[in-house]
Antibody, heavy 122, light 108 residues
């Protein structure tokens, strides 16, 4: 079955860049009408969609990131990545990667990674 | 704020039924499918309902969803202690995806 696994540093200093990778197994990231997404959850808060990418590189981002975020795909390694620049303590969260799929339009987060905790602190 | 409103918490006794609501706008829930996710303590969210009322394989028929106008609901019948979790609704609008604030279910 399709599985997603996040990886990356658990601690990032303020003003630096957060970089995470999501490795996909059990399916090709380049096939199918689905998007690959990043979602985060600050401690004690709800889920926040960060952004989505299609295998052709088309991307969509949450306006709340104020252009600090970028998502890319590496089809050769079957993985996609998130970069978030100029981080602050407000970016401390559990970061999930997920697959966004649907019968007629990708509107359902049907498969999730287990999540990785990122703390922004000096 | 995502524009999807859920009650912060609901509670009911084991064996009972509970309903969780999710309200939005015409451009969000009114125009698009709604999905529901269950997040058990310390775990990643899991898809419960998609396309307003469809269950993925393996999801109990105790969980059901519906939508009317700009609101959606998740019904859980035959409550079990293992259903204690946070439940999120989700939809999209103009290529932006979003979640409700989440509803904590307590099984008394």
């Amino acid at each position: 079955q399709v599985q997603l696994q996040e990886s990356g540093p658990g601690l990032v200093k303020p003003s630096e860049t957060l970089s995470l990778t999501c490795t996909v197994s059990g399916a090709s990231i380049s096939s199918g009408d689905c998007y690959w997404v990043w979602i985060r959850q600050p401690p004690g808060y709800g889920l926040e969609w960060i952004g989505s990418i299609y295998h052709n590189g088309n991307t969509y981002y949450s306006p709340s990131l104020k252009s600090r975020g970028s998502i890319s795909v590496d089809s050769s390694k079957n993985r996609f990545s998130l970069k978030l620049t100029s981080v602050t303590a407000a970016d401390t969260a559990v970061y999930f990667c997920a697959r966004l799929a649907g019968d007629s339009f990708p509107d359902t987060f049907d498969i999730w990674g287990q999540g990785t905790t990122v703390t922004v602190s000096s | 704020q995502s524009g999807l409103t859920q009650p912060p918490s609901v509670s009911a006794a084991p064996g009972q039924k509970v309903t969780i609501s999710c309200s939005g706008s015409n451009s969000k829930i009114g125009s698009n499918y709604v999905s529901w996710y269950q997040q058990l303590p310390g775990a990643a969210p899991k898809l419960l309902i998609y396309d307003n009322n469809k269950r993925p394989s393996g999801i109990s028929d105790r969980f059901s969803g519906s939508k009317s106008g700009t609101s959606a609901t998740l019904d859980i019948t035959g409550l079990q202690t293992g259903d204690e979790a946070i439940y999120y609704c989700g939809t999209w609008d103009s290529s932006l995806w979003m979640f409700g604030g989440g509803t904590t279910l307590t099984v008394l």
